[in-house]
């Protein structure tokens, strides 16, 4: 598949080394564009539309912000993405992909085949900010510190019981230090500000972790 890779900084979805760069030429239907910068790199990017597909990593923002809206009607061959990855953790292979509500399907179906001929796995999303993962799981990642909080029980307790009652492999207290407590506040928070529902504000253990990592 003949595709270009943009390098505007560094990536969370594919870390130095990855396959997807060994496999980009300097020019291509399919524009990827990773990274913290990659916004920022889609503006100065010349004639998209020429393009099949161009591809913009996201952090937890909506693509809207880097293609703008217009009455519910936005949409074209610009897709975002992003693996999910939780904390220090390597990326999953799972990419959910954002489309806006008119994004070309040809614009997905080239963005679909690039990422599965990477052994990954796509999820189609509309363009929310967290988009799928991180909207569900995050407030059962705070609802769980906040009952460590409050005592309900031990965190080995409560790990314990989460993974034999409901099979989980991890629970979510180990989980959550192991990977980052301060990056689980860095997505919260942003959450919460874009959403508004109480159930993303970081809880009290996350804010402390953060403080205690600028300090």
Do not use: W
């Not at 909207?135 to 769980?144: D, H, S, T």
């Amino acid at each position: 598949m003949n595709y270009q890779v943009i390098q505007a900084g560094e990536s969370r979805s594919f870390p130095a080394g990855h396959p997807l760069f060994a496999g980009g030429s300097s020019g291509g239907e399919i524009v990827v564009i990773t990274g913290a910068g990659a916004g920022e790199a889609f503006r100065f990017l010349p004639q998209p539309e020429n393009r099949r597909a161009v591809l913009i990593e996201l952090g937890t923002e909506c693509l809207g912000l880097h293609t703008g809206e217009s009455r519910g009607e936005e949409g074209s061959n610009v897709l975002g993405f992003a693996r999910f990855r939780l904390g220090d953790r390597p990326p999953s292979d799972l990419v959910e992909l954002v489309r806006q509500p008119r994004a070309t399907q040809a614009a997905t179906d080239a963005a679909r085949a690039l990422f599965e001929s990477l052994g990954l796995k796509v999820v189609l999303c509309g363009d929310f900010a967290g988009r799928i993962v991180d909207r569900l799981v995050r407030p059962y990642y705070n609802a769980a510190l906040r009952r460590l909080d409050e005592g309900l029980a031990t965190a080995g307790d409560m790990d314990t019981t989460l993974k034999l009652g409901l099979g989980y492999p991890e629970g979510p207290i180990e989980l959550l230090e192991r990977t980052g407590l301060a990056h689980h506040y860095d997505v919260t928070q942003a959450l919460y500000e874009a959403c508004g529902d109480p159930a993303y504000a970081p809880a009290r253990r996350a804010r402390v972790a953060k403080q205690r990592q600028e300090r």
